[in-house]
């Protein structure tokens, strides 16, 4: 990459933490390969298959973890307890349990979750069905709701 680019690169980051925009849904990326990658989602395009099954999947980790199911590889092993899973995301939300952490909190009530995809269902109470039907739980990620607003 040329001295050129890189500034030229280092001065949209500094800029914004988040320079590359998703042009279906004006998602923010940090990275410019992201940004490509999420894109598949919009264009449909699943270019790397399971030579055992034939499922497709949009990049080549996502492959790569599934195949872990057709080996039944679970590399990463919980230190408390010893039970093993495919996936170190896994083996870090299960930790949680043993170590009682809830870093996600209901901004409405306080209450506290292992996962934020836990926490997206719980918001579902503190709003209308209107909102509910607006809103599904996956959509929910970048909404911070507020008491009263």
Do not use: W
């Not at 279906?24 to 940090?30: D, I, S």
């Not at 170590?99 to 209901?106: D, L, Q």
């Not at 719980?122 to 607003?149: E, T």
């Amino acid at each position: 990459m040329s001295q050129q680019a890189l500034e030229s690169t280092d001065v949209k980051i500094s800029n914004c933490s988040k320079p590359f925009a998703c042009t279906e849904c004006n998602k923010l990326f940090r990275q410019l390969s992201t940004l490509t990658n999420h894109m598949k989602i919009h264009t449909g395009e699943k270019p790397y298959k399971c030579t055992i099954c034939m499922k497709e999947f949009r990049q080549t980790t996502t492959l790569s973890n599934h195949m872990k199911i057709h080996t039944g590889e679970k590399p990463f092993s919980c230190n408390f307890c010893d039970k093993q899973f495919r996936q170190l995301s896994t083996l870090s939300n299960h930790k949680k349990i043993h170590t009682g952490e809830k870093p996600f909190e209901c901004s409405v009530c306080g209450k506290q979750f292992r996962q934020s995809s836990t926490l997206n269902s719980h918001i579902r109470i503190h709003s209308d069905d209107k909102f509910s039907s607006l809103y599904p739980p996956s959509h929910l990620d970048n909404i911070d709701l507020i008491s009263g607003s």
